[in-house]
């Protein structure tokens, strides 16, 4: 019994063994992939559990394994070892400075710091549960390492076309990217097919020590004359975590020699139409690399060539004139089958021809027709000025009925609408000739006048020649000429004349071509009015005070005359009238005989008196007349 007592605990524990590891059971969890940037920190978990256990034993032991890239199958090595009594970060590993380790009650966690490339690999964890089994976890750890900028540097050598195989255009070279990354290569940004007969691309790729890799990339490609714009550029393709992405190098031109097939002569200056004195600029334009060299001939109308100098790929021709409108052409000297042509047309107006020119001489009442004509190659259009006013339009002119106002510069402008920089101009001068005419024409005119008053009297001519104006004056000594002056075809004379009495003048306007007269007929009527000094013009308002005082005074005599008449007080005389008298003053007035009873005679009064209320210098024209001459009643 004392026996059984002492076996029966280690039997117990012995079936709870048995059950617990008839039962238990582990299970480990670890993240599949993990992915870092090279130089950053990454954490690996190794989680595990335990099945029918809610408690942890504490005899599971842990350890961490890496595995190394050896032949055949490789190798693995310990790093870390925890068995829930000791944990041990192994020495002498790759790890041993940049791992930490952290343990839990269900699991471990270790951060690497500073990943490397060395670190893209498989990190085992392996759990030792005694009686509960033995399990094992793994996660891919993987490290990325972006590349560096492409570089690319195109050939500085030209590349025939008619090369019949590839030639090598550019390379292209990255580094330090992990995983290896990828070129490809672009021609104007779009990727390059694939062509065995057209394209051929080397790379060579080289891997560091550190574990980082370079990759150098050669394009040899076929060119052809359109690839003489083309840019080539080169992009590296890399892997980042959970994405792909690219770099693209800057492009390079490169240098492609082809023949050349055609030529084209191109006018550079001047733009629009050529004219005469213009400095023309002809360039030849190839589509060959490099431009041949060229030279210019020219071929006039009639089939005759001559060189022309130049240099390079220009040709100019100064000055040029109207014997210059050819046919250019600039040839290749290596091909002379190719040419490049240009038909260059100089255009001119030449100098205005005007009929007649220079001076024409009409007489009165003709007609002219003028013309103006100027020989151009373009369209032209003709307008007539005569002092700054346009008189008409076309190259002809016509003059009709020709006064003296149809005398003077007539200018003809000659323009063309399709280039209004070449213009000319010719010009014509007319004279009309005739006898003098005189200006102010009426049949005649009296003026009554107050005696001792001076007269102006104005005579006008037109004529050409100039005419001259003389003057023939009867009844006053006393008169002289205060104006005389010409311009253009005109003569003016103006004389004053004092009107003592009556007056007849005659103006006589002569021409070497004829005479042309105008008369003049003054009457000098007195007037009744008291002995006063002359007054002026500016006393006209005195005069006329007065006279209207001699006006109230005879009204009152004439009344007391009446009255006198009717009583019968007045002796009548021989002729039933009675003089008036009146004492002669210093100016020497008229007499003035009134008639009673007569209206013609207070007509006459009246006309003095209004006479009176003139200036002192009046301006008088008469009538306009030929003839040997006219009497004026006086």
């Known amino acids: 019994m004392a026996l059984l007592l002492r076996i029966l605990p280690s039997l117990l524990v012995c079936v709870f063994l048995h059950d617990n590891s008839a039962w238990a059971k582990v299970d480990v969890t670890m993240p599949k992939v993990l992915e870092a940037y090279r130089g950053e920190s990454v954490e690996l978990t190794c989680n595990y559990t335990l099945s029918k256990i809610k408690r942890p034993p504490s005899n599971i032991t842990t350890q961490w394994f890496v595995e190394t890239p050896a032949e055949p199958f490789g190798k693995r090595w310990r790093i870390f070892y925890d068995n829930s009594k000791i944990k041990v970060v192994d020495k002498s590993t790759n790890y041993s400075e940049r791992m930490d380790v952290r343990s839990g009650i269900w699991g471990t966690h270790i951060l690497i710091r500073d990943l490397q490339v060395s670190d893209n690999r498989e990190f085992f964890c392996q759990v030792n549960g005694m009686e509960a089994g033995f399990r094992e976890g793994k996660t891919q750890l993987k490290v990325f390492s972006p590349p560096t900028q492409p570089a690319i540097e195109g050939v500085t050598t030209p590349i025939p076309v008619n090369n019949l195989k590839p030639s090598k255009v550019a390379s292209c070279e990255t580094r330090n ?25 080397d790379t060579l790729t080289t891997k560091h020590s550190d574990g980082l890799f370079a990759v150098h990339s050669t394009l040899e490609y076929q060119v052809t004359r359109e690839d003489k714009y083309a840019r080539f550029s080169c992009v590296v393709s890399y892997f980042v975590p959970g994405s792909v992405w690219m770099l693209e190098s800057n492009t390079v031109h490169v240098l492609i020699h082809y023949p050349t097939t055609t030529l084209e002569l191109k006018r550079e200056s001047p733009p629009g139409l050529v004219i005469e004195g213009d400095t023309v600029t002809l360039r030849c334009v190839g589509n060959g690399m490099p431009p041949p ?103 002809t002119l016509h003059l009709n009925n020709a006064t003296y106002n149809t ?44 005696a001792g008053r001076m007269v102006n009297l104005i005579c006008e001519a037109v004529g050409h020649p100039l005419p001259s104006i003389t003057w023939n004056i009867d009844g006053s000594q006393s008169w002289h000429e205060v104006v005389s002056n010409t311009s253009d075809h005109k003569t003016r004379s103006v004389v004053s004349v004092k009107g003592t009495s009556n007056i007849s003048a005659l103006c006589n306007a002569s021409n070497d071509i004829g005479t042309d007269i105008k008369y003049f007929s003054i009457e000098a009527i007195g007037r009744v009015t008291p002995a006063a000094p002359f007054q002026s013009a500016e006393g006209n308002g005195v005069i006329i005070a007065v006279i209207v005082m001699c ?16 009583k019968g007080k007045l002796s009548r005389g021989r002729s039933g009238k ?46 306009h007349t030929h003839g040997n001459g006219f009497k004026p009643d006086m």
Not at 311 to 320: E, P, Q, S, Y
């Open 407 to 450: 005398s003077g510069e007539y200018t003809c402008e000659v323009t063309c609408p399709s280039m209004p920089d070449l213009h000319t101009r010719g010009s014509v001068h007319i004279v009309v000739q005739g006898g003098p005419q005189l200006v102010g024409v009426q049949q005649e005119v009296q003026q009554g006048k107050g």
């Open 578 to 623: 009675k003089e008036i008298t009146k004492e002669k003053n210093n100016k020497e007035d008229v007499v003035v005989e009134m008639r009673m009873n007569t209206k013609k005679e207070e007509a006459v009064l009246l006309k003095a008196i209004n006479g009176d209320k003139n200036g002192h210098h009046e301006q008088v024209t008469g009538p």
């Open 293 to 395: 060299s060229y030279f210019f001939i020219k071929i006039e109308a009639s089939g005759s060539m001559s060189n022309l100098e130049s240099k390079g790929d220009v040709a100019t021709l100064n000055a040029v004139s109207r014997n210059d409108s050819a046919i250019y052409q600039c040839r290749v000297r290596s091909n002379k089958t190719l040419n490049g042509d240009h038909n260059l047309t100089v255009h001119y107006l030449d100098p205005a021809v005007v009929v007649p020119k220079d001076l024409e001489v009409m007489l009165i009442g003709e007609d002219l027709t003028a013309t103006c004509n100027a020989l151009s190659s373009l369209e032209t259009s003709t307008v007539w000025f005569k002092d700054n006013q346009q008189v008409g339009t076309g190259n």
């Open 177 to 201: 990217g992990y995983p290896k990354p990828n070129i490809t290569w672009y021609k104007d940004r779009r990727p390059l097919t694939p062509d065995p007969q057209r394209m051929k691309v």
């Open 551 to 566: 006006l109230v005074m005879l009204a009152i005599i004439g009344g007391i005359v009446y009255c006198l008449h009717k």
